[in-house]
């Protein structure tokens, strides 16, 4: 069984403060992606990385950066945290073929 | 530019009544569908992909081209079907393959 893990289910943090949320899988994916769920929004694409220090902006980029230095973790940074980033985070991994992607349990900030 | 619709924000059906789950889709490609679940306070899950065409939780999905759609079907709804779903396309692009969700479909089963 795939599993994601995310470092943190609810997160507090307040306007201005620097946020990282970490991301692991258990099952050699070269892929990983970010993605914030609101509703009536759906999924959003942030970032997501096919292979160790690779990076690609997704839909909405802005705000927020991401690394990672190791295949199986890929972190999600927020340099400055804003009211309007308060989301559902789901970290997702996979492989390239097939291309279904397995889901973290998600990650709930609040930006006071 | 790839998109997913699903019209309907909501669906609420009598349990034992039969459901659809609209999914419409655009791009210029071949595409590979899909349709996730996340039931309350789980994780999003995988519930089927066209291309193994097979049948899950008496869930089924077919591709059609012609109407670029993937609707959701199962012919006798139950209360545990409640739940979130969304309807996805995979994409190819900057070395990986993507998925664009749709926005969504909450389903809730009347008992």
């Known amino acids: 069984d795939v599993k994601v893990t995310q470092s943190s289910r609810y997160l507090v943090k307040r306007t201005g403060e620097k946020v990282f949320l970490e991301c692991v899988q258990d099952?050699?994916?070269?892929?990983m992606f970010w993605y914030r769920q609101d509703p009536g929004l759906g999924l959003r694409l942030i970032y997501f990385?096919?292979?160790?220090?690779?990076?690609e902006k997704g839909d909405i980029p802005e705000g927020y950066s991401v690394s990672r230095e190791k295949k199986e973790r890929f972190s999600l940074i927020l340099e400055s945290a804003s009211t309007n980033q308060t989301s559902m985070y789901l970290c997702?991994?996979?492989?390239?073929?097939?291309?279904?992607?397995?889901f973290g349990p998600g990650t709930r900030l609040t930006v006071l | 530019a790839q998109r997913v619709t699903q019209p309907e924000k909501l669906l609420s059906v009598f349990k034992g009544a039969p459901v659809e789950l609209k999914c419409n889709y655009s791009?210029?490609?071949?595409?590979?569908l899909f349709w996730y679940v996340q039931y309350s306070r789980q994780r999003l899950q995988l519930l089927l992909r066209?291309?193994s065409r097979e049948s899950i939780k008496g869930f089924t999905a077919d591709l059609n081209k012609g109407e670029t759609s993937f609707h959701l079907k199962k012919p006798f709804a139950q209360e545990e079907d409640s739940a979130m779903y969304y309807c996805?396309?995979?994409?190819?692009?900057?070395?990986?393959?993507?998925?664009?969700f749709g926005k969504g479909t909450k389903l809730s089963v009347i008992p």
């Open positions: 997702a991994s996979s492989l390239s073929n097939p291309p279904e992607q397995f």
């Open positions: 099952m050699d994916h070269e892929n």
């Open positions: 990385s096919y292979d160790v220090k690779m990076k």
């Open positions: 791009y210029s490609g071949s595409p590979e």
């Open positions: 066209h291309i």
């Open positions: 996805a396309l995979s994409v190819s692009g900057a070395g990986s393959y993507q998925l664009t």
